[in-house]
Every structure is written in structure tokens, then in C-alpha cells.
């Protein structure tokens, strides 16, 4: 499955399966860390990671978000039940586990709409960059072509008065200068 991942982002075909992969890649964490019981279920907090450069829309990283928090919760569930004392105590040790799932999650959707509202801006700034760029070179390419022909007319003139034989070498110094 890792191979099938890299091979969609190489040739960048088949990018809506990406969801799909990563979808198949947690769903078998999940089972392979509820069934083994071998601290395998923190692979879904690094899906989380995944999650938010492989989803384009914010509501599926949302719903996976919360999916992935809650297979983690239910698997860290027997350890927590474990813990001899209240429900008050059990459901603080659930919180425990919960609220710093949330904010984990908050942070990277936070992180990924600054990177992307920060793309955005670059990507404006060099479309304006552009059209400056083109306006300058118009404008110096205009500039150029104006100054070009008077001084294009002044040269051709003076070739001429050197070719004239009727003019006197002093006459044809001053016009060299």
C-alpha cells in the first residue's frame, strides 16, 4: 500500500485515491492495533499528519480527524477501564486521552490553512510581480524604440554629409563628433 502511495504521487494520477488509500491504511491500523495491543494505534495519530496534506476538503479531514480520534480512544478504552475508581475518574482519564487528540487535530487544520492562505499570497504576489515585470519591459522597449529612430535619422544624415565630397575636412571632423 505504501508503494501504491508513492507511485500516485509520482505520477500524480489517480490523486482521489489517495483518500481511499489512506482511508484502507487506517481501518488496518486500527484492527492491527486493537487486536495486538502493542502501542501500534499511535500509527493513527501519524495518519492524522497524513490526513491533512492528503485531503482536500476540510470536512473529510474533519470526519477523519474524529474517526481516527475516536478508534484511538476506544483502543486506549480497556486500559483506561482497567483503572479502579469512579466513572468520574474513568471519564477524566478518557478526557485525558480526548482533548489533547482535539487539539492536535485543531493545530494541523490551523497549520494547514496558514500554509495555504500563505501560498495563495505568494502565488498572488508573482502574478502581480508579472504583470510589472511586463509593464516595465513594455515600457522600456517603447522608451528604446523611441530614442533608437532619432538617433538612427541623426546617424543616417551624417553618413551622408561624410559622403559628400563638397564638404571640408574640418567640416567633416565636426561632423564625426
Avoid at 505520477?11 to 483518500?19: D, I, N, V
Avoid at 492491527?32 to 473529510?60: H, P, T
Avoid at 482535539?102 to 510581480?129: D, G, R
Wanted: aromatic share 12%; net charge positive.
Amino acid at each position: 500500500t505504501f508503494g501504491w502511495a508513492f507511485r500516485i504521487s509520482y505520477l500524480q494520477k489517480g490523486q482521489q485515491q489517495r483518500s481511499l488509500l489512506l482511508l484502507l491504511l487506517a481501518v488496518i491500523a486500527g484492527i492491527a492495533a486493537y487486536f495486538f495491543r502493542n502501542g501500534s494505534e499511535y500509527r493513527l495519530l501519524v495518519m492524522m499528519i497524513a490526513a491533512v496534506v492528503v485531503f482536500d476538503k476540510n470536512w473529510q479531514y474533519i470526519c477523519f480527524s474524529l474517526l481516527v480520534s475516536a478508534v484511538f480512544v476506544s483502543i486506549r478504552l480497556d486500559d483506561i477501564l482497567l483503572v479502579q475508581g469512579s466513572v468520574l475518574q474513568q471519564l477524566a482519564e478518557v478526557l485525558k486521552i480526548l482533548v489533547p487528540l482535539i487539539v492536535f487535530a485543531m493545530s494541523l487544520f490551523f497549520f494547514k490553512h496558514i500554509y495555504f492562505t500563505n501560498l495563495e499570497q505568494l502565488q498572488n504576489t508573482n502574478k502581480e510581480l508579472s504583470v510589472a515585470q511586463e509593464q516595465k519591459n513594455r515600457l522600456l522597449n517603447t522608451v528604446a524604440h523611441d530614442l533608437r529612430s532619432p538617433v538612427n535619422n541623426i546617424s543616417g544624415i551624417c553618413h551622408i554629409m561624410l559622403s559628400d565630397k563638397e564638404f571640408t575636412p574640418a567640416q567633416k571632423e565636426l561632423v564625426q563628433l
